[in-house]
């Protein structure tokens, strides 16, 4: 029977962020997880030892494509090399990562190769499997530089030596069919010149277990904004992204939008008389409201990279969803379980006659 009586109640639900920086506790729980994806391909579930892996790195082009930004690099001393400024900054100094030359800074194209990256990476495996004659399983993580572009950080079951990876990135001839091999590009786009593959032997399992905690550090760091907020850059690099970003949404959805109309003109032949009506559509970007879709959050947020920053081939291993399943299975199956009945004895303490009262006993 209803009463209409309204209850309310709080309940705490977590935001399931991956960042650390924006919550330690969810953070810390998409670390685990991730964790055991990564391991899953990587450990052997019979000799428990990790498997011949190769570490792919691939990164972005160098100051040549979008602009000299300021940077911080030691020699083999351990001294700080003179940047291209002409001075010498430390590891905390803001000017990291800030172009040099702001007005020249290439920041259209900065948003376009972080928005391509994705496929980029994709068609470089691709690539690399016809070269090497078997699909590779593949498991990446997406790091933001301090300027902002982002470089990919890849575990490639099996060896891929330095000269696949560098036929595949750069073009040239494959010794062993012949063949002209094309450069991987996407729209436009190829990676830079400091690509490397290190291979990682099964008797050393230490190394391999460094580069995969190694992987999992990357995919918890802040994208975009988070990576370098100093000055004006970062709001620069997001506009750049939202500008570029197409958007099929009305104007009412994101104000980014695009309306479309279409106009009716109507002609009229002098010859024949003959009145014809041809229909020419019309878009514009309007502001009806104040918000962005999704797409351009995304976008805003990671300077033009709207991907997932950690990623795996369909062969790698489990999937995020087995291990949440597996976790929260596990978190009921021990979670304590209350006593059928709660006894609750208490007594009241009487100071005896003549003494006074003891510090944190109860009154008489």
Same mark, same amino acid.
């Given at each position: 029977?209803?009463?209409?009586?309204?209850?309310?109640?709080?309940?705490?639900?977590?935001?399931?962020?991956?960042?650390?920086?924006?919550?330690?506790?969810?953070?810390?729980?998409?670390?685990?997880?991730?964790?055991?994806?990564?391991?899953?391909?990587?450990?052997? /579930?019979? +000799?428990?030892?990790?498997? &011949?892996?190769?570490?792919?790195?691939?990164?972005?082009?160098?100051?040549?494509?979008?602009?000299?930004?300021?940077?911080?690099?030691?020699? $083999?001393?351990?001294?700080?090399?003179?940047?291209?400024?002409?001075?010498?900054?430390?590891?905390?100094?803001?000017?990291?990562?800030?172009?040099?030359? /702001?007005?020249?800074?290439?920041?259209?194209?900065?948003?376009?190769?972080?928005?391509?990256?994705?496929?980029?990476?994709?068609?470089?495996?691709?690539?690399?499997?016809?070269?090497?004659?078997?699909?590779?399983?593949?498991?990446?993580?997406?790091?933001?530089?301090?300027?902002? &572009?982002?470089?990919?950080? !890849?575990?490639?079951?099996? +060896?891929? +030596?330095?000269?696949?990876?560098?036929?595949?990135?750069?073009?040239?001839?494959?010794?062993?069919?012949?063949r002209n091999i094309a450069?991987?590009?996407?729209?436009?786009?190829?990676?830079?010149? $400091?690509?490397?593959?290190?291979?990682?032997?099964?008797?050393?399992?230490?190394?391999?277990?460094?580069?995969?905690v190694k992987v999992v550090?990357?995919?918890?760091?802040?994208?975009?904004?988070?990576?370098?907020?100093?000055?004006? =850059?970062?709001?620069?690099?997001?506009?750049?992204?939202?500008?570029?970003?197409?958007?099929?949404?009305?104007?009412?959805?994101?104000?980014?939008?695009?309306?479309?109309?279409?106009?009716?003109?109507?002609?009229?032949?002098?010859?024949?008389?003959?009145? +014809?009506?041809?229909?020419?559509?019309? !878009?514009?970007?309007?502001?009806?409201?104040?918000?962005?879709?999704?797409? =351009?959050?995304? !976008?805003?947020?990671?300077?033009?990279?709207?991907?997932?920053? &950690?990623?795996?081939?369909?062969?790698?291993?489990?999937?995020?969803?087995?291990?949440?399943?597996?976790?929260?299975?596990?978190?009921?199956?021990?979670? /304590?379980?209350?006593?059928?009945? &709660?006894?609750?004895?208490?007594?009241?303490?009487?100071? $005896?006659?003549?003494?006074?009262?003891?510090?944190?006993?109860?009154?008489?």
């Amino acid at each position: 029977m209803r009463t209409g009586e309204i209850t309310t109640s709080d309940f705490q639900k977590r935001c399931g962020t991956r960042i650390e920086s924006k919550c330690a506790s969810c953070s810390a729980l998409y670390r685990g997880d991730a964790f055991q994806v990564i391991r899953s391909g990587l450990i052997d /579930p019979q +000799t428990k030892l990790p498997k &011949l892996v190769t570490m792919v790195t691939l990164t972005a082009p160098g100051a040549d494509r979008f602009g000299k930004t300021h940077s911080r690099r030691l020699s $083999e001393d351990g001294k700080a090399r003179r940047c291209s400024c002409r001075g010498y900054h430390n590891a905390n100094d803001p000017l990291l990562g800030t172009p040099i030359d /702001p007005s020249t800074y290439d920041y259209e194209a900065a948003a376009s190769f972080n928005a391509n990256a994705s496929r980029l990476f994709a068609v470089t495996i691709q690539k690399l499997s016809r070269i090497l004659g078997r699909k590779l399983q593949v498991v990446r993580v997406v790091e933001f530089q301090t300027r902002g &572009l982002v470089h990919v950080h !890849a575990l490639v079951l099996g +060896t891929v +030596t330095q000269k696949s990876l560098a036929l595949v990135v750069r073009g040239g001839i494959n010794l062993r069919s012949g063949r002209n091999i094309a450069a991987a590009t996407s729209n436009g786009w190829s990676w830079g010149n $400091e690509c490397k593959a290190d291979v990682i032997n099964a008797t050393n399992p230490e190394r391999a277990i460094g580069y995969l905690v190694k992987v999992v550090k990357y995919a918890l760091k802040d994208t975009g904004n988070g990576a370098c907020s100093h000055y004006d =850059h970062g709001d620069k690099m997001a506009r750049a992204a939202e500008k570029d970003l197409k958007c099929d949404n009305s104007i009412f959805q994101c104000k980014h939008g695009v309306r479309r109309k279409i106009w009716y003109v109507k002609s009229v032949d002098e010859t024949t008389g003959k009145t +014809t009506v041809s229909k020419i559509p019309f !878009a514009f970007v309007g502001s009806g409201t104040k918000s962005s879709c999704r797409r =351009h959050r995304r !976008a805003g947020e990671g300077w033009g990279f709207r991907g997932h920053v &950690l990623a795996k081939s369909r062969n790698w291993g489990c999937t995020f969803r087995e291990v949440r399943e597996r976790r929260q299975k596990w978190a009921h199956g021990n979670k /304590p379980q209350p006593p059928a009945h &709660l006894i609750v004895s208490w007594e009241r303490l009487r100071a $005896e006659p003549g003494t006074s009262t003891a510090p944190g006993s109860s009154p008489p």
